[in-house]
């Protein structure tokens, strides 16, 4: 369903809510709230999320999107280095690298409403948005990691 692009599904997004008569909030839905994730039955099924949401009396959709700038590749990039130093021909820099091709799209976007005091959300990915979530979560992981090579006094 995606393409390495989701700007005009977004805009198809923004036409439709629009068309229902509702309104859009700006705002990205955290983990840290009961959610329940839309599963999606086809590749239209943004639009049975968004009825859902009128149905259940919602008067506006949460709308937030990710869009791939340069100075998040240069983070990661930093990142990994930091991880893989001596390696220089580590895979993830090959991986994370790739991903210039992709500065300026939209990669990521999450609707959503609440009802009786659960959000319900309704999420899209490109394949290289999802990498680089992995390329992020395996760089945070990593720096989490203490190795303590000092010789014991034993």
């Not at 068309?19 to 639009?47: A, C, I, Q």
Request: net charge negative.
């Amino acid at each position: 369903m995606q393409s390495d692009n989701l700007i005009s599904l977004k805009d198809d997004m923004v036409a439709f809510i629009a068309g229902h008569g509702m309104r859009r909030l700006n705002g990205y839905v955290t983990e840290d709230v009961p959610t329940v994730l839309f599963e999606e039955e086809n590749s239209d099924g943004w639009k049975d999320f968004v009825e859902l949401a009128k149905a259940a009396g919602a008067p506006f959709v949460t709308m937030s999107e990710v869009v791939l700038e340069k100075s998040d590749i240069a983070l990661l990039l930093e990142q990994l280095r930091d991880q893989t130093f001596p390696d220089d021909d580590a895979q993830e820099l090959d991986d994370a690298e790739y991903l210039i091709n992709h500065v300026g799209k939209v990669g990521y976007l999450q609707l959503g409403f609440a009802h009786q005091g659960v959000m319900f959300l309704f999420e899209v990915a490109t394949d290289w948005y999802d990498s680089f979530q992995n390329l992020m979560e395996m760089a945070t992981d990593l720096g989490g990691i203490v190795v303590d090579d000092r010789e014991s006094d034993e």
